[in-house]
């Protein structure tokens, strides 16, 4: 297999487009896809410590608890319609 370097994406955008493609929800509205993919706490992921990062400075935490309440709102919608479901039998 013969690739010609100008043809093949670079080591870091092939890094990038794995990481956004994980992880990114552009639906979230809990930031950038870099301050998510900053957020990513899969630590057992090859690309973890070469994942990117935000150009700024941002508070993880932050995100991380705004990940923790959209985690916490889906399981609750979760349960009311499985209630919902059930009463309706």
Same mark, same amino acid.
Request: some cysteine; proline content about 3%.
């Given at each position: 297999?013969? #690739?010609?370097? %100008?043809?093949? @994406?670079?080591?870091?955008? $092939? #890094?990038? &487009?794995? /990481?956004?493609?994980?992880?990114?929800?552009?639906? $979230?509205? #809990?930031?950038?896809?870099?301050?998510?993919? %900053? &957020? /990513?706490?899969?630590?057992?992921? &090859?690309?973890?410590?070469?994942? @990117?990062? @935000?150009?700024?400075?941002?508070?993880?935490?932050?995100? +991380?608890?705004?990940?923790? =309440?959209? =985690? +916490?709102?889906?399981? #609750?919608?979760?349960? =009311?319609? $499985? =209630?919902?479901?059930? %009463? +309706?039998?």
């Amino acid at each position: 297999m013969n #690739i010609s370097r %100008a043809t093949s @994406p670079s080591l870091r955008k $092939s #890094i990038n &487009a794995h /990481c956004k493609n994980c992880i990114y929800d552009r639906y $979230s509205g #809990i930031g950038t896809w870099r301050q998510q993919v %900053a &957020a /990513c706490t899969s630590n057992s992921c &090859a690309l973890f410590d070469v994942r @990117p990062m @935000p150009i700024f400075h941002i508070n993880l935490s932050l995100i +991380a608890l705004k990940n923790s =309440e959209f =985690e +916490a709102i889906n399981q #609750i919608q979760d349960y =009311e319609e $499985s =209630e919902h479901l059930g %009463a +309706a039998k």
